[in-house]
């Protein structure tokens, strides 16, 4: 059980309810604050103009709503603005969007009725996720329309996925004995103004980026052992004088990978003597792609560390408006519903991992181009020159798949369009800055994918099993066992959609 409720919630608690299996648990504490934040609300909102219980919304907050109708227009705020297009989220990023929703209402600053968080944990915990579409929030007084998909399934409405297929809630509900939400005060503004869907997909972004950059670092060490590289460019004394936490973090790792290898070359041992040759057969250093490996992976290092610490911090806040303070006795209107903190963090992300793409066509490029290793045939083809195509068809799909990543990293946190009749005059377009991330790590899994499948061709040409390191054994043995030697042609679109599975499914290291 990961509990909700006394202290922050981390990322790996986070990973344990989304991929572990784990399920949710309220804390009775603050399910106390919870109901002291709806009590107070509830008493203090009689008589006073706040702003979603008695005005309209937005522009329209000048227009004082009857008593008699207030009710009435929390189910018309949700239902006006179900309004959502495209694809409906991923059961795992719609899940991830619920648990940020819950984490903010369980601050116990929204004045929402015990029931909303309630019907949320048993809806995580069930497996029930509403299709909230991917396009419709602008980001700013949070992802509204995605968020309205989600309250018009808490009112029982609306449509979820569940065990496997789109179902209507009213009869999901029904059969699982589950009770939609009753509109109290302002459940209906509550559960819309937030920034729970760009935090939830922000949430399944840095574990996948990070299960990405481990994958990255595996095989930039990997090619470095196969090719037989030096091993100085990973040294912990060239390293240790470039002043940054990720670059160190990156060649320690690829160290570490490579412990035990017989493949990588110590400088000393062969260039570090008296020669006789003018013109040296061998490269003095090697290129770029495998020589800079920790330059270039360290910032994607340093750039997650400081999206999760962001993102995170996002996912324990408070991101409503009004805020309902109790201790205090007061309501307080403001803004924290911007989602620009998170829309920066997905730009950085995005960008980052498009450059780590980059990296790894980089690499793919130099083991299937003779030209360039002089040590493989070209297209790591095993079979007959000419006749034979080996991993020239992938390589197209690396190259199309990289080349969308580069497009795709426009940042969206600088795209602000003014909407509202301008009341939201500059808003952060982070929800879709979240999705276009997210495919933008789909698309590099495929690509490490394809870089992985070379890789394992490459050993089996120079038959070097034995040489590896243990750590690279281990992965060479896993995949095999799923993605066996070819020299024929034959169709690799199944071989890579295993691959990209496996990938997904395993952290490869811990940093």
């Known amino acids: 059980m990961v509990a909700i409720g006394s202290k922050a919630l981390s990322l790996d608690e986070v990973y344990r309810v989304l991929l572990g299996g784990e399920e949710l ?18 008493k203090f909102s009689a008589k006073k103009l706040i702003y979603g219980i008695n005005t309209g919304f937005g522009p329209m907050a000048q227009y004082r709503i009857s008593d008699e109708d207030t009710f009435q227009l929390q189910y018309n705020l949700i239902r006006s603005h179900s309004s959502g297009a495209g694809n409906c989220m991923s059961p795992l990023h719609t899940k991830a969007l619920m648990i940020a929703r819950l984490s903010s209402f369980m601050q116990a600053h929204s004045g929402i009725h015990p029931e909303v968080v309630h019907l949320l944990k048993d809806l995580i915990n069930k497996n029930v996720y509403p299709c909230v579409f ?20 808490l009112i029982g409405e609306g449509e979820v996925w569940y065990e496997d297929k789109f179902q209507p809630a009213a009869e999901v509900f029904a059969r699982l004995n589950l009770k939609p939400i009753d509109i109290h005060v302002r459940e209906g503004l509550a559960i819309i103004n937030g920034t729970s869907a760009m935090t939830g997909v922000g949430l399944v972004n840095l574990i996948e980026a990070k299960k990405l950059l481990g994958w990255s670092v595996v095989l930039s060490a990997m090619i470095n052992e196969i090719v037989e590289a030096f091993d ?8 240790a004088v470039k002043k940054h936490e990720g670059q160190q973090q990156i060649a320690a790792k690829m160290r570490e990978i490579l412990k035990g290898s017989k493949m990588v070359r110590h400088r000393p041992d062969h260039l570090y003597k008296e020669l006789e040759e003018e013109i040296f057969k061998d490269k003095v250093q090697e290129y770029y792609s495998l020589r800079c490996v920790p330059q270039i992976l360290g910032p994607v290092y340093d750039t997650l560390a400081q999206a999760e610490k962001l993102v995170v911090q996002e996912l324990n ?3 409503d408006n009004p805020v309902v303070d109790h201790h205090l006795e007061n309501v307080f209107h403001g803004g924290n519903f911007h989602g620009d903190y998170v829309s920066l963090e997905m730009d950085k992300i995005k960008i980052s991992i498009t450059k780590l ?8 490029n130099y083991l299937l181009n003779e030209k360039l290793n002089h040590k493989f045939p070209p297209f790591m083809n095993l079979g007959k020159l000419g006749f034979n195509f080996g991993m020239q068809g992938v390589q197209f ?3 199309s798949t990289v080349a969308e990543n580069q497009t795709l990293s426009f940042p969206m946190y600088v795209h602000s369009i003014p909407n509202n009749n301008d009341n939201q005059d500059i808003v952060s377009m982070g929800c879709n800055a979240a999705i276009m991330t997210s495919k933008v790590i789909e698309n590099t899994f495929q690509v490490l994918a394809i870089q992985l499948m070379t890789m394992l061709q490459a050993v089996d040409y120079l038959n070097c099993q034995d040489r590896l390191a243990g ?9 095999r066992a799923i993605f066996p030697k070819f020299i024929e042609d034959s169709p690799r679109y199944k071989d890579l959609q295993k691959i990209k599975e496996y990938l997904l499914k395993n952290m490869p290291v811990q940093f």
Do not use: C, I, P, W
């Open 317 to 319: 806040s408070v991101s």
């Open 357 to 364: 793409s980059m990296l790894a066509e980089r690499q793919l």
């Open 25 to 42: 648990t309220l804390e009775t504490a603050a399910l106390q604050q919870v109901e002291a934040s709806f009590l107070f609300l509830e």
């Open 232 to 239: 100085d460019h990973l040294s912990a004394e060239l390293n």
């Open 134 to 153: 991917e396009h419709g929030g602008v980001g700013a007084s949070g992802d509204l329309v995605q968020l309205a998909h989600l309250a018009l399934v």
């Open 397 to 399: 799909t690396a190259t």
């Open 471 to 479: 750590f690279s054994h281990k992965v060479y043995e896993e995949v």
